[in-house]
């Protein structure tokens, strides 16, 4: 739909040749403001939010599990040594991690923000000038252009062809055209035209306050991890209930002339049931991923948006501003039929002053043809991506009136026209070539581009992006496929493919001939990979036909036109220089404009998700053999086999620390799904097996010693065990091998053996290995149980294949 724009009639003949006569609103006062200021009629509400300090600290210090935990540790500081409350202080020091890395991730976040802000158009005074959002109030007008977002309720005060697309906020996907006093609503952006709107309502009274605010908060949830381990540590705590209430009474039973040994006994088979660093070490991972990237430029406004593009795999590229720099040149013009060439310069030259907000094509008309003539417009029929062309007329001052088309010759010609021959050519080289041509039509006319005549081509000659073949060639070897989509020349946008060599370039495909069929349309989607003359609604639809079939897709634009697709796909990438709407909905911005970015953060996502999924087996696996052993100790009616002390020492040198390296290690892995299947597949065996071996290793080691101190030999003997199957568990998650993998495995080894033959560390840890006869017998089952884990989990990948 478009609309008619009329200039002011009520102009003298003197000055039908001048620039027309235009009264325009000057907008509010200073005094105005300021008083609208004083009653605290002001847009309120924030452009980005950031959790608060406040929030950070309560998040990482009140947790249902370090509330068990406080309270554990309590109870041990007065029954109990210093070294059996280890588990306390190391608590307090993950805790204080979490915080610090959220606080420096919300320092970079809140940076970003600023500088990625959106800034509207505000008319005071008469004198127009960009405002951050949170500086316009109540009555002020607010000047609009393509691609700009309306970011308050307001009312029409000028409409230029104004057409907005109200789609993210109706679902309506046609745009909607705007007069003076209809009404504007937040949310809602510009697809086409100009003018100006009143705001009526500001701060938390307009329609889409809220859910933008809400949309744009520094958030941790609402991703498959996230929720995958809220889930596990659901299952867990029902799991230690029971298992804790039944350690307790076993243990004042075994017990019954020892309370504060029974007491420190059930607190060390409760501790390690938690698996309290996971989300710690999620919070961290995602925390130093926004440090990361965000030293790159790229703002992450919302934060699983690093963990959804690390399940991406296929990634939808539009070219203008990706592929290519936004800026054009004209190479050549070419007058058809006979035209003047210099009458033709002066109608390029017209069309480029007719237009206010120029897009890239016509900005490199209006720098190559400057306009020098004195010619009135009379009507404006703005650029529209449906529509693929703009128009004016002009009453050219010799009584002449004419109407001009200007956009895409094979939109604008009839198919079998000889001059696409020629544009073919053109567009074989990687050449974009606009058609201009003259109509009889009016401009508001649904057959304007009818019986049209052809006046001349416009070359121009796009620049691409140095960094995009590198960024092209990532994707390919990380099997990601990518996807050109674009409103231009499909020939045209395969050259450029090709001069990039992107793979299947050459399979290029007119979006014109596509099958409205879902179905149809993805298997045309998984065969090629340039897709020209796309118009808008195409994109979605392009978006929808690949997630049918299974495909994570992400998508990158930075015009108006991308606003509809981008809201749909699994991930939508903006250009910091893109169109506000598109920043708006993106869930990633590239404040730098670089494509090349775009690896950083695919990159980081899967370091995130890679490493979260390895080490959560670690933390896991401890939970499980943490409650099997309860159990047995219960049905068995025998003293639990360790002291907080021993389990403090185990955890930190089998999960804590190697798992801190290994969550922030590389990892080009893609992402798969089903996190919590995945995890607990390996988890379960490797516990269970766990546990059976160092119970074992208990019992033998509960009939072999006797006397007095034979408590802290059995103990000795079962932590022996324990510790090298989780060192086995530990080798097989730290696969593949890095010089600093392996190290890191022997480093925690050799830590545990500095504590068995350094008197001061046995008599801290109350270890000490006694005789020879169980010792080995020890590490011989904790052998057969590490044969076991490799069997059970190569089984286990068969069997249940990620």
């Known amino acids: 739909m478009t609309q008619r724009a009329k200039i002011d009639t009520d102009v003298s003949e003197a000055e039908a040749v001048g620039p027309p006569v235009v009264h325009r609103p000057a907008g509010l006062t200073s005094a105005e403001v300021a008083e609208r200021v004083a009653r605290g009629e002001v847009n309120d509400v924030p452009v980005r939010s950031s959790r608060s300090t406040t929030d950070i600290v309560r998040a990482n210090v009140f947790t249902r599990f370090n509330a068990i935990i406080g309270v554990l540790w309590v109870i041990m500081l007065f029954v109990a040594p210093i070294q059996d409350s280890l588990f306390g202080f190391v608590i307090i020091a993950n805790t204080g991690i979490g915080i610090v890395q959220e606080l420096r991730a919300k320092k970079t976040l809140d940076g970003l923000a600023v500088i990625g802000e959106a800034k509207p158009t505000v008319r005071r005074d008469g004198v127009a000038a960009e405002l951050s959002t949170s500086e316009i109030v109540l009555g002020d007008l607010i000047e609009l252009g393509p691609g700009d977002k309306v970011v308050v309720d307001g009312e029409v005060a000028e409409a230029d062809s104004l057409e907005i697309d109200e789609s993210l906020l109706t679902g309506e996907a046609d745009p909607v055209v705007k007069k003076p006093g209809d ?35 520094f958030t941790l949830v609402h991703s498959e991890l996230r929720t995958g381990i809220s889930t596990i540590l659901k299952y867990v705590t029902w799991m230690m209930i029971p298992t804790a209430i039944g350690l307790v009474i076993s243990q004042l039973v075994v017990k019954d002339d020892n309370f504060k040994d029974a007491v420190a006994r059930t607190v060390g088979g409760i501790v390690p049931m938690i698996p309290e660093g996971l989300v710690l070490l999620t919070s961290v991972a995602f925390a130093i991923g926004v440090v990361r990237l965000g030293r790159k430029q790229c703002l992450v406004q919302e934060l699983p948006a690093i963990e959804g593009l690390a399940r991406v795999d296929v990634v939808c590229l539009d070219k203008t501003g990706t592929l290519t720099e936004g800026g054009m040149d004209v190479t050549e013009l070419r007058p058809l039929n006979g035209s003047d060439e210099t009458y033709v310069r002066k109608v390029l030259g017209a069309l480029g002053e007719s237009d206010p907000r120029p897009n890239a094509s016509l900005q490199a008309i209006i720098d190559a043809y400057p306009d020098t003539v004195e010619w009135r417009c009379t009507e404006a029929l703005p650029f529209s991506s449906a529509r693929k062309y703009s128009g004016a007329a002009f009453s050219e001052g010799n ?115 596509l099958p409205a069929d879902r179905e149809e349309m993805a298997k045309v989607l998984d065969e090629n990979a340039v897709f020209g003359r796309v118009t808008p609604q195409q994109k979605r639809d392009m978006v929808a036909a690949l997630q049918s079939h299974g495909h994570t897709v992400a998508m990158t634009g930075d015009g108006v036109n991308d606003v509809l697709a981008l809201k749909d796909a699994d991930i939508g990438v903006s250009m910091g220089s893109g169109s506000e709407a598109t920043r708006a909905v993106a869930q990633i911005v590239l404040l730098n404009n670089s494509f090349a970015t775009l690896p950083s953060v695919v990159a980081e996502g899967r370091r995130v998700i890679g490493n979260i999924t390895r080490v959560a087996t670690l933390f896991l696996t401890k939970t499980v053999y943490s409650v099997l052993l309860a159990v047995l100790v219960v049905c068995s009616q025998v003293e639990y086999p360790f002291l907080p002390r021993h389990l403090t020492l185990l955890s930190t040198l089998t999960i804590g620390v190697p798992a801190f390296f290994l969550a922030l290690a590389p990892n080009k892995e893609r992402a798969k799904p089903h996190f919590v299947r995945r995890v607990m597949r390996y988890a379960i065996p490797g516990g269970v097996i766990a546990a059976a071996a160092t119970f074992t290793t208990y019992l033998l080691a509960r009939h072999h010693y006797s006397g007095e101190g034979a408590l802290e030999a059995e103990t000795s003997a079962a932590t022996l065990t324990l510790f090298l199957v989780s060192m086995w568990v530990l080798a097989i998650v730290a696969r593949p091998y890095t010089w600093w993998r392996l190290t890191l495995v022997a ?17 801290f840890f109350a270890l000490k290995l006694v005789g020879t006869t169980l010792p080995w017998a020890a590490v011989a089952i904790a052998a057969a149980g590490g044969l076991l884990l490799e069997v059970a989990w190569k089984w286990v990948d068969r069997r249940f294949p990620a």
């Open 183 to 217: 009404r504007m609503m937040s949310g809602s952006f510009v697809v086409a035209g100009g003018g100006a709107f009143t705001a009526t309502k500001v701060g938390r009274e307009a329609y889409a306050a809220q859910l933008a605010e809400e949309a744009s908060r």
């Open 399 to 513: 009584g002449e009136n004419s109407r001009w088309l200007l956009g895409a010759p094979d939109v604008l010609l009839p198919t079998g026209d000889p001059t696409l021959t020629e544009i073919d050519h053109l567009n074989e080289q990687g050449l974009r070539v606009l058609l201009l041509a003259r109509t009889a039509n009016e401009l508001d006319s649904p057959e304007v581009a009818t019986g049209a005549h052809p006046t001349a081509l416009v070359v121009l000659e796009q620049r691409l992006r140095p960094d995009a073949a590198d960024t092209l060639a990532y994707f390919a070897d990380q099997n990601v496929d990518t996807k050109v989509i674009s409103g231009d020349n499909a020939v045209s946008v395969g050259a450029v493919a090709g001069k990039l060599d992107m793979p299947g370039a050459a399979n290029t495909v007119d979006a014109r001939t």
């Open 747 to 763: 480093t925690m080894g050799g830590a545990f053996v500095l504590v068995l033959v350094v008197p001061w560390l046995q008599d």
